[in-house]
């Protein structure tokens, strides 16, 4: 049987040019019931059917990089004020909840209540978070991403 990765493949390569670009569109738009959009600047780097389906996989089927690295950023990550005063100006996280997290006293309790926080449960919010990190922490995520899973 073939994976996810094939079929969807084989039913973008199907598809015209102006139609794959028209799938492109709504995908950004979140035009489908219960699927987040994909944020429009990651699709416009998807120039082709494969890359749409590569994006589209990782997205949508496989663990977000956040998600499998989750346990490791909890405990690794130290310093998390810099990390929250850029997810609350990038409205990822409210100002209430900005303050709940930094009533905690430890970096580990902070990342873990981070974690369960609603703001970086959506996708928008755990590329948003991933930005951060590689800003901030680039040697941590550098790490994870050398330590063989994406």
Known sequence: MANHLTLLLEILN?????????????????????????PRGRLQKAL??????????????DQHFIDKHRVRLIDTIST???ILDRLMSK???TQENYRH??????????MRELFDLGGISTLIGKDCLYDV??????????????????
């Open 133 to 150: 990190l590689m800003e901030l922490e680039p040697l941590v995520m550098e790490e994870l991403k050398d330590a063989g899973v994406k």
């Open 91 to 93: 409205n990822t996280i």
């Open 14 to 38: 199907d598809l015209e040019s102006e139609k794959l670009d028209e799938f492109k569109l709504h995908l950004s738009k979140g035009a489908l019931k219960g699927i987040e959009p994909i």
């Open 48 to 61: 082709d059917a494969s890359a749409i389906a590569g994006l589209m996989t990782e997205l949508y089927i």
């Open 80 to 82: 998390v004020d810099p």
């Open 101 to 110: 997290i930094r009533s905690y006293r430890t970096s580990t309790q902070r």
